[in-house]
């Protein structure tokens, strides 16, 4: 089973910031990672990923204000969220290029952390 252990989700006013993390295996973190997140009544959008060479891709809504990062040496990934606005309240899931067993690497997000509330709050 693939464990994405994440962390640092929380409530803050807007124009704050938060940090989250992601932690898992050598072999997952190896495939390319990312952060998804899913408003209330919205669907679940990626907002930005990661790969082990360190390319990044983010959503328009959210350049200039979170930074992706990768720590290889704990096969950690980090999602600094900077001048966080009330559109920006959602559960955040970390994701890995893996199948659902976490046997192979894929194309696509296969694998889900259990989800971090963030809630900003005006």
């Known amino acids: 089973q693939v464990q994405l252990v994440e962390s640092g989700g929380g409530s803050v006013q807007a124009g704050g910031s938060l940090n989250l993390s992601c932690a898992t295996s050598?072999?997952?973190?190896?495939?390319?990672m990312g952060w998804y997140r899913q408003a209330p009544g919205k669907e679940r959008e990626l907002v930005s990923s990661?790969?082990?060479?360190?390319?990044?891709t983010y959503a328009d809504s959210v350049k200039g204000r979170f930074t992706i990062s990768q720590d290889k040496a704990d096969n950690t990934i980090y999602l600094q969220m900077n001048d966080l606005t009330t559109a920006d309240t959602a559960v955040y899931y970390c994701?890995?290029?893996?199948?659902?067993?976490?046997?192979?690497?894929?194309?696509?997000?296969?694998?889900w952390g259990q989800g971090t509330q963030v809630t900003v709050s005006s």
């Open positions: 994701a890995a290029r893996v199948g659902q067993m976490g046997w192979s690497c894929v194309s696509h997000f296969g694998a």
């Open positions: 050598a072999f997952i973190f190896s495939c390319g």
């Open positions: 990661i790969n082990r060479n360190g390319t990044t």
